[in-house]
């Protein structure tokens, strides 16, 4: 039988270069930063699930983390804010979403008055805007139309 050093040492760099783009795989699809909790309570949740980014002024801020019924029967999102960030006390919240057919996100729009002010882990944001979904604005512009 004939021994070919060439395939067992291409085989080898093959084996090595596929660890390689694991390791990287898995260091770039991990959550490194420092992150606290906060939450919103809404009438509807429309579409937003764990794993959606959360925004403020377009930019990636933190990340769903939970989104579940509580007792009230309101839909509670608890979402995770990078610690660089800090978000204003009367800063808004609502769902929005990448074009039409696009995914779902939370957009957070700072209030700007109290900047001192900022919400601390495991607080809740008062100011929220319910999501609306494509058959609630075309029934509102029928009804418009309507009139």
Excluded: C, W
Excluded at 12 to 17: A, C, M, S
Excluded at 39 to 68: C, E, H, T, W
Excluded at 80 to 105: C, E, R
């Amino acid at each position: 039988m004939k021994k070919n050093y060439f395939e067992s040492i291409l085989g080898f760099f093959t084996l090595i270069i596929s660890l390689v783009f694991l390791m990287k795989f898995i260091n770039v699809n991990t959550d490194n930063n420092e992150t606290y909790q906060l939450k919103a309570k809404f009438l509807k949740a429309g579409g937003i699930s764990p794993g959606n980014d959360v925004k403020m002024r377009g930019v990636k801020i933190g990340v769903v983390n939970q989104v579940y019924l509580d007792e009230d029967y309101f839909a509670v999102i608890d979402f995770k804010i990078y610690t660089h960030i800090s978000v204003p006390n009367d800063s808004k919240v609502n769902i929005a979403s990448d074009g039409i057919l696009g995914n779902k996100y939370l957009s957070i729009t700072p209030g700007g008055k109290e900047l001192k002010n900022v919400l601390k882990n495991n607080q809740e944001i008062k100011k929220v805007e319910d999501f609306e979904s494509i058959e609630d604005q075309v029934s509102k512009i029928i009804f418009l139309a309507t009139q």
